[in-house]
């Protein structure tokens, strides 16, 4: 810290996660295709609170529509939901892994630049197994990856799935040591 930081009580920058680690997923999908025997869904989504400012309304605005523009190129379908929590959704499909993590990138990228990076929640990266859904979710304030794998019943979980996904894909992702920092997201529109 400067003089002039310590006299004026400058800022203090937060440390954050490095921002690439979001495309491992980009890498890590031959494993989960090839060696752990998952599908893609050729979805994915970004979650984040949402506030009624114009300056952020613009900013959400002005990101979808620089996702539409790219999409003549990449042929990622942009769509935007609400769900029973607040938060918004931006949901993304493409049947490429890298068109779907630049997506999610550019969106993360436009409200952390717009100062609105503690509004983001969440990346969720959707795959199957057997017609059963599993969500690899990247949680953007700890840089870290996480499985989770609904089960049948009201708001189920299958734990055991999720510490063998743990453990076979740890090479390839960034995934979050601290379990108990493995939240459920429920209801997720993919």
Avoid: C
């Avoid at 959704?89 to 890298?98: G, P």
């Amino acid at each position: 810290m400067g003089f002039l930081d310590a006299l004026l009580g400058g800022k203090r920058k937060l440390k954050t996660p490095a921002p690439d680690r979001l495309f491992a997923m980009t890498t890590a999908v031959v494993t989960l295709e090839t060696g752990l025997g998952l599908k893609h869904r050729p979805v994915a989504g970004i979650v984040f609170q949402p506030l009624a400012t114009a300056d952020f309304k613009q900013i959400v605005s002005d990101t979808e529509e620089l996702l539409r523009g790219s999409a003549k190129d990449t042929g990622t379908v942009v769509d935007s939901a609400d769900d029973e929590f607040g938060f918004r959704w931006i949901v993304l499909r493409d049947d490429e892994m890298d068109d779907l993590a630049v997506a999610v990138n550019v969106v993360s990228s436009q409200l952390e630049a717009g100062g609105y990076g503690d509004r983001l929640l969440a990346a969720v990266f959707a795959f199957e197994e057997e017609g059963r859904p599993i969500y690899f979710i990247y949680n953007f304030q700890r840089g870290a990856y996480y499985p989770f794998v609904p089960s049948p019943g009201e708001k189920q979980r299958n734990n055991e799935r999720e510490f063998q996904l743990k453990a076979q894909i740890d090479r390839d992702l960034p995934i979050e040591p601290e379990l108990e920092r493995w939240f459920p997201l429920w209801e997720i529109p993919l």
